[in-house]
């Protein structure tokens, strides 16, 4: 069997487009030799289509577009994933399936049957899971165990909670089959892939089967795809694998030995496991490329600080979308400091970027004007010191709609946790970029840049300074918050964990410290609430995936606890 592996990028929803693509990959696999040509899940919609599930005009456009590919489809067989209706009177309406084309027609239909309803995925609100799990598909003249993407993830072994009563591919090894075929569609998290080959490998190995699974890659909203597409062997080895974060086609043969016991070699590609802060730079690259170019837009505009944040944020996307379609734009306050213009000015010409300087004191001054008669016999505090972050939110997006740039948010997940962030001012913007990067790795995200590129891109004055808001003479973050090496540990431990104030303290963190991060998390949900969505790139992002009250007062044993 010649398996080509369609590691495709779909818009969700632009089902003209994902309809070229998948006929695109079907072409190719066939002058490339192969019989059997494999797509990921819900190739024809995109994945996640979300609510679009619930228009009947998209389920019927949906249909019509299988039809469309089917028809053309002759010489190969094809496995597509696309959304069924259920017929049945009882159940939700539809199902996550995948088509096997041959023909010129739909041979058979495979539907999902474990959905998952945890982080960010919410598929039993729209799919009814399969009746019947272990029904298999003929590819090639092979009895074949298809499944889909969540279908793969239930092994007692290395997952510790399993979430499911079945087990599909137990089910489908007991049917008979000689191959299993996975259509995925799984997000990115940092450390994922490690995970993805020991899980899948075990598997294979315990089905004693190959396994070919197809991961979509690019960006969707928040979440980005990493591709990664892969063949194991029956006794679990690793034989082939598709590239990270990029399209591909992926050919492979299995000739008959490798249906039987392993281990076998390679059958094809095996590139080196990406480290850390090389995948969640890829990833985060290629997550705000696909959201300018799917939603429409073509340039990019942030405001340039000096700091740190903003730097990272304007590298990755020159980065994405080119120097040409940047631009940054500096405003100075009364409190700025020298060097925070000059390393804005650095960052623009280290990076070829267009650069313009907006100074915001005499805006500032003249709103303070207009208010002081209201705010007469009171002391300036926070206030006034959020009139600057608002004055340079209302500048950049003043730009945005001049100009159709889209604006970026350059405020990272330390910050965003404990509120350390302006609504309606540093918050303004249509994309959260850094918003799942911890500070610190904001830090070794821009070292890695640099080191990336053999040159200094970002200064190394934006790396090495004290973090300040400059919005009061000599401020500093750490006038407000811990150290962000203790801080970005607690954080780790309440938000990814969820982990009590005990248990933290119990790893020795000093418990005023972490009664008042605990506090500051809880009390800044109603911000988090309403900033840009952010690109997800560790286990457990703010957005769809944290769903938390806004108006709630569970205190985690914080007024009984003996650390008050």
């Known amino acids: 069997m010649k398996v080509a592996l369609a590691q495709i990028n779909p818009t969700v929803g632009d089902l003209p487009y994902n309809e070229k693509l998948i006929n695109n990959a079907i072409d190719r696999a066939k002058d490339a030799g192969a019989e059997v040509v494999v797509f990921p899940e819900l190739a024809i919609t995109g994945y996640p289509p979300k609510d679009l599930l619930m228009k009947p005009s998209f389920i019927a456009d949906n249909l019509a577009t299988l039809d469309r590919i089917a028809a053309r489809t002759n010489g190969i067989e094809a496995v597509v994933g696309y ?4 017929h049945h009177p009882v159940g939700r309406s539809l199902y996550n399936a995948a088509a096997v084309i041959r023909d010129g027609r739909v041979a058979q239909k495979h539907y999902k049957s474990l959905l998952p309803t945890y982080d960010v995925f919410d598929e039993s609100r729209y799919f009814e899971p399969a009746r019947d799990r272990n029904q298999l598909v003929e590819l090639c003249h092979t009895p074949v165990g298809l499944s889909i993407c969540e279908d793969l993830w239930n092994d007692e072994r290395l997952i510790p909670r399993r979430l499911y009563h079945q087990n599909p591919i137990k089910e489908l090894g007991a049917a008979g ?7 995925s569609a799984s997000p990115f998290v940092a450390g994922k892939q490690k995970f993805r080959i020991e899980l899948f490998g075990a598997q294979a190995k315990d089905a004693g089967t190959p396994l070919i699974y197809v991961n979509q890659v690019g960006g969707n909203d928040e979440l980005v795809f990493d591709g990664c597409s892969m063949v194991f062997g029956s006794g679990g080895e690793l034989l ?25 070699k390679p059958i094809g590609p095996i ?3 990406l480290g850390d802060l090389e995948s969640i730079y890829l990833a985060l690259v290629l997550g705000l490329k696909d959201y300018v170019r799917k939603c429409g837009f073509k340039k990019i505009v942030l405001g340039l600080s000096g700091g740190i944040d903003s730097a990272l944020v304007c590298a990755l996307a020159v980065a994405a979308v080119g120097k040409e379609n940047v631009t940054g734009v500096a405003m100075p306050s009364r409190y700025s400091s020298d060097h925070s213009v000059a390393d804005a000015k650095a960052l623009a010409e280290n990076l070829g970027i267009a650069f313009h300087i907006v100074p915001i ?20 505090d926070l206030t006034e010191e959020n009139m600057q972050a608002r004055l340079r939110g209302n500048i ?34 249509g994309l959260a970029v850094i918003s799942d990067v911890p500070k610190t790795t904001v830090w070794a995200l821009s070292r890695y840049i640099n080191e990336r590129a053999g040159r200094e891109l970002i200064p190394v004055n934006s790396i090495t300074k004290p973090p300040s808001a400059e919005l009061r003479p000599g401020q500093v973050d750490q006038d407000s918050l811990p150290p962000y090496e203790v801080l970005d540990a607690i954080l780790y431990q309440l938000i990814e964990e969820d982990r009590s104030v005990a248990e933290i303290v119990a790893q020795g963190f000093e ?5 008042r991060v605990t506090k500051l998390v809880d009390r800044s949900e109603y911000k988090r609430r309403q900033m840009a969505p952010g690109l997800k790139v560790t286990s457990r992002a703010f957005g769809v995936g944290r ?5 709630q007062n569970y205190q985690q044993g914080l007024e009984q606890s003996s650390y008050t």
């Open 547 to 551: 769903r938390v009250p806004i108006a």
């Open 271 to 273: 590139p080196p496991l």
């Open 83 to 86: 959304a069924e209706r259920n």
């Open 240 to 264: 082939a694998q598709a590239k990270a974060f990029e399209e591909d086609l992926l050919v492979v043969d299995l000739p008959p030995q490798q249906l039987k016991a392993g281990p076998h």
């Open 396 to 429: 950049l997006m003043s730009f945005s709609n001049k100009f159709g740039s889209l604006l970026l948010t350059t405020g990272n997940k330390s910050e965003v946790a404990v509120g350390y962030c302006t609504l309606y001012g540093d918050m303004c913007g």
């Open 177 to 183: 089959a000689k191959v299993m075929v996975n259509c």
């Open 361 to 380: 004191g005499p805006a500032h001054d003249c709103l303070e004007q207009t208010l002081q008669p209201i705010f007469a016999g009171r002391a300036p």
């Open 511 to 515: 418990p005023a410290t972490v009664l």
